[in-house]
């Protein structure tokens, strides 16, 4: 098990840095620079550009060098900690991303527990009540918020909220609780704007996690072991929790890997259109303007979260199941 | 005995601390503001307004609004000294300063010609700080000017010939600033601060080096530091990035109401961050006491809807631009064919002619335009009506007429008129693909040229290639705004008259030949742009007013009757929410960054709230 873990670390590096090279050109790859962004906006709003002074801006951003010496230079700050510098916000990345990473956090804690509360009883439920009506109602509902679009929804909804409950549109807490110290209005205001975007975001993910969990439980609850557990009268309750459920959790572990980096990233359509101070639309505002450090670093740090989440959950489902770790252990 | 010893302790106390820093309030010699002619009323100090932005970088909006410049445009569009308490002006060669006594910084600190000093040898002449030297407005033939220091609030500037940009580079919107917080940024200063703590600074805040350092906490025009002292209204007290931006109204403004009040009358303005998209929509739900940006004419409707829950007015504000939109032939496309077609006049006054402006007036501006050429509004002291009608009947008959004496009679099975190399008359219109009204216009424009044989194509791009494009020649036709100077007075540089700059559309190579100072693309051949260039050059060795005006009138009498920018409709729309509580927002005025501000030109810090 630990040469596992040692050469699964071991395969992460390269995986890393080549993940780092794609990222780094694909940045790169739409014409212009920040520089040119930068102008077009000044133009945009009627100031004069001197064209001599974008050249120095380009020198004093280290875009006039090569890119496979930037490339390098960013890479190598990288490793050592520093994420670079963020032409957009003029402050380092560490900062701009640091401001908001609580705030994600939050929203995706408050989304994932959301889906998991609507999506276990249902997913239970429709395996354990297979075609039935209350199987097919509920996956339904599931499906009709997969299918819904999330921002038409979120404007939706967001408008709803001002409507009839006096929600400021936008953000996450009303405008003059920002920056002030946490007290119990700012908690209550926290909540109040959290409601729409947990529901719109959640919605998605409802749907798809109650049709893996069913499936999964269909699999395991036609297994010999239950039937037998049935026919030897154990109460119905404890035959489907105490074996089937577990076993059925593994995609669950598995899911881990993927959840990692969402957490941190956010839902960026919803967040733009929601107005949420959350990571999403720092980063899409970033790859639009190409300000790239900005943009490389912070979707380096979620690749770096995807593969450790990817490792996680690969190490907790050998825990969980002897099966997975015999097999592939063996392989690897 | 203890009590009266210990009060007087206090007491010495205090006063010690006031001499350091002087009794906050306004200036011995401050500007007291004339409101007879302004149409304002005396308000009453206090109270906090909200306003929404979209990035960071939109505190700069503050810097422009506030327009507190040294010298400032006034309701008649003349210069007049604000931040100074007077100007002389000898033949536009000689400028002396006269600073106001008793003028402080927001932070206390008095405002003297140290700063200016400070800025002029340490800032602009300093290598690491402006690596180019002093901006270009500083400099006559490349010389600089002779700065003489009279005493602690009288400084001098004096070039060999005339500099006609000076004073105007001093009321821009984003103002030359030849003043600096010398007492605050010296500490940044290689030259002034203390070298172990600068290299901690360097460390700390991850820059390269003391001049960056300097250069972030020295910002005057976006004010990013809350540290760094201003002269403007309202001073920034947030540290960036925040999503709520606290602006405080400056204890020692210069300018006070004709009651002896000291001006802003509000304490706070807060700037809320919002995603631009929805702000409109916050807007329309009382959220903004005072809304203009990323707010637009198509959102008039729905912001009218919720005047009443949301408790504002929406005012109609004509946008200051010479046009709306306006059609870019390029006459240096590297299309050879159309570069000969677009280079002959009467092409591009039958293109002109062949556009119905009325139509396109009342499809998609409701009747409010006014359908124009490209050139000064009627605002302006320079505005002649033969310059706003220049070549805009909707004639098809001699549009067509036009288009045949130039040789363009030939024409295709479908009617569509053939260039001599065989090529049908096709153009393809390339726009910055933002909003969807340019292309909504284009399509009308498609079905008008289509009487005279003339086919459009519309290509959406995006702002930054579509610039890149145009600089290298490779687009035909090109849309964009009309002059952003719309406003324009004799003062005012005429640049965007003349060949001067790559990103011009409607003659890049010409305009790269003026900025590379020669180094790079080709002299105007045509001999009326090269008028303009030698009437631009005039310009900047004008002497007076009456000089200006006679150029700025050549220029443009040249410029439309030529027809190198088609305007097709000026006086746009501006979208203003203003909350009922706030006063002295007048009713009506022209939403233009240049010379008016925005808000700047209608004095925000009279602005008060009524309870």
């Known amino acids: 098990m630990i040469r596992y873990i040692i050469t699964r670390i071991g395969a992460m590096i390269p995986t890393l840095l080549l993940a780092s090279i794609v990222i780094f050109t694909i940045i790169q790859l739409p014409p212009g620079d920040y520089v040119e962004t930068y102008i077009g906006e000044l133009i945009a709003s009627g100031e004069s550009v001197d064209l001599e002074r974008a050249q120095y801006l380009r020198e004093e951003y280290g875009l006039d060098k090569p890119m496979i010496q930037r490339y390098l230079l960013w890479i190598t700050n990288f490793v050592m900690g520093d994420f670079g510098y963020s032409f957009e916000y003029q402050r380092p990345v560490s900062e701009v991303v640091g401001n908001r990473l609580w705030l994600t956090i939050m929203v995706s804690f408050a989304t994932i527990i959301l889906t998991w509360v609507i999506a276990f009883p249902i997913g239970i439920y429709s395996a354990t009540h297979q075609y039935s009506w209350g199987d097919y109602g509920l996956t339904f509902f599931g499906l009709l918020g997969l299918a819904t679009p999330n921002f038409l929804l979120a404007l939706i909804m967001m408008y709803l909220a001002q409507r009839f409950f006096g929600v400021s549109i936008g953000g996450l807490m009303d405008a003059e609780y920002i920056d002030q110290p946490m007290s119990w209005d700012k908690l209550k205001s926290i909540l109040e704007h959290l409601i729409v975007p947990t529901i719109v975001i959640g919605t998605s993910g409802t749907a798809a996690m109650i049709r893996r969990i069913r499936a999964n439980l269909l699999d395991e609850l036609q297994k010999q072991y239950v039937i037998t557990a049935r026919a030897k009268g154990v109460p119905p309750f404890k035959a489907l929790v105490k074996y089937p459920l577990r076993m059925s959790l593994n995609f669950f572990v598995a899911d881990i890997g993927s959840l990692l980096p969402t957490i941190i990233s956010g839902a960026e359509i919803v967040a733009i259109v929601l107005s949420l101070q959350t990571t999403g639309p720092l980063l899409i505002a970033a790859l639009q303007s190409q300000d790239m450090y900005l943009a490389g670093s912070f979707l380096m740090f979620l690749a770096t979260l995807t593969v450790i989440g990817v490792l996680v959950s690969d190490i907790a489902l050998g825990f969980l199941d002897p099966r997975i770790r015999l097999s592939g252990g063996a392989e690897k | ?611």
Do not use: C
């Open chain 2, 1 to 611: 005995m203890t009590r009266s010893f210990r009060k007087m302790i206090s007491t010495s106390a205090a006063l010690i601390l006031m001499a350091g820093s002087a009794f906050a309030g306004p200036p011995e010699e401050p500007r007291v503001l004339n409101f007879d002619n302004l149409d304002k009323e005396v308000g009453k100090s206090g109270g906090s307004i909200k306003m929404l932005m979209s990035k960071p970088k939109d505190v700069r909006w503050m810097t422009v609004y506030s327009g507190a410049r040294l010298v400032a445009y006034d309701e008649t569009f003349q210069l007049k000294p604000d931040i100074l308490k007077a100007i002389d002006n000898a033949d536009n060669k000689s400028f002396t300063l006269h600073l106001r006594k008793g003028h402080q910084w927001s932070d206390g600190q008095p405002f003297t010609t140290e700063d200016f000093r400070y800025w002029w040898e340490d800032v602009a002449q300093n290598e690491a700080l402006s690596k180019g030297g002093p901006p270009r407005e500083m400099l006559v033939e490349g010389k600089l000017p002779k700065v003489e220091i009279i005493d602690s609030h009288t400084i001098r500037y004096s070039w060999d010939s005339v500099n006609p940009l000076f004073m105007t580079a001093l009321a821009g919107a984003r103002p030359m600033y030849i003043y600096m917080p010398a007492h605050y940024l010296k500490q940044f200063h290689e030259k002034y601060g203390d070298a172990d703590k600068l290299a901690g600074l360097v460390e700390s805040e991850k820059v390269q080096n003391w001049s960056s350092l300097h250069k972030r906490f020295g910002r005057q025009y976006r004010p990013e530091n809350p540290e760094m002292p201003t002269l403007q209204a309202w001073m920034n007290t947030t540290r960036l990035p925040s999503e709520r931006i606290v602006f405080k109204r400056n204890p020692n403004y210069h300018r006070v109401d004709p009651a002896g009040t000291q001006l802003p009358y509000l304490d706070e303005v807060v700037l809320n961050m919002a995603s631009s998209s929805i702000i409109a929509a916050k807007a329309g739900t009382g959220e903004s006491d005072l809304q203009a940006r990323y707010v637009r004419f198509d959102n008039y409707s729905f912001l009218k809807q919720g005047t009443e829950e949301g408790g504002y007015n929406v005012l109609l504000w004509p946008s200051g631009r010479g046009s709306e939109m306006t059609l870019l032939p390029n006459l240096n496309t590297k299309d050879e064919g159309f570069r000969k077609a677009f280079q002959d006049v009467r092409v591009r006054r039958a293109l002109s002619m062949g556009m119905d402006r009325g139509e396109i007036n009342e499809a998609i501006f409701f009747g409010l335009g006014r359908e124009a050429a490209n050139s000064v509004l009627p605002s302006s002291p320079l505005y002649k009506d033969e310059y706003a009608e220049a070549w805009i009947e909707y004639d098809v008959d001699q549009a067509n007429q036009l288009l045949d004496e130039a040789g363009f009679d030939k024409r295709d099975g479908d009617g569509v008129r053939l260039l001599p190399d065989g090529r049908p008359f096709e153009i393809i219109v390339e726009t910055a693909g933002e909003q969807s009204q340019e292309t909504d216009i284009l399509q009308l424009i498609t079905d008008h040229w289509k009487d005279i044989g003339v086919k459009l194509f519309v290509k959406p791009s995006q702002r930054d290639i579509l610039r890149g494009r145009v600089s290298n020649g490779e687009t035909v036709m090109s849309t964009w705004q009309g002059l952003n100077r719309g406003l324009a007075t004799p003062e005012m540089n005429p640049e965007e008259l003349a060949p001067v700059s790559p990103i011009q559309a409607q003659w890049p190579t010409w305009g790269n030949h003026y900025a590379s100072k020669g180094a790079s693309g080709e002299q105007p051949t045509l001999p009326e742009v090269a008028r303009l260039s030698e009437l631009y050059s005039n310009w900047r060795s004008a002497a007076n007013y009456d000089e200006q005006a006679a150029i700025w009138d050549e220029m443009l009498s040249i410029f439309t009757d030529q027809v190198y920018t088609i305007g097709i409709v000026s006086g746009g729309l501006q979208p203003i929410v203003v909350s009922k509580k706030l006063r002295n927002v007048p009713e009506e005025g022209i939403w233009a960054f240049e010379p008016t501000l925005y808000f700047g030109q209608y004095l925000p810090d009279t602005f008060w709230l009524e309870e």
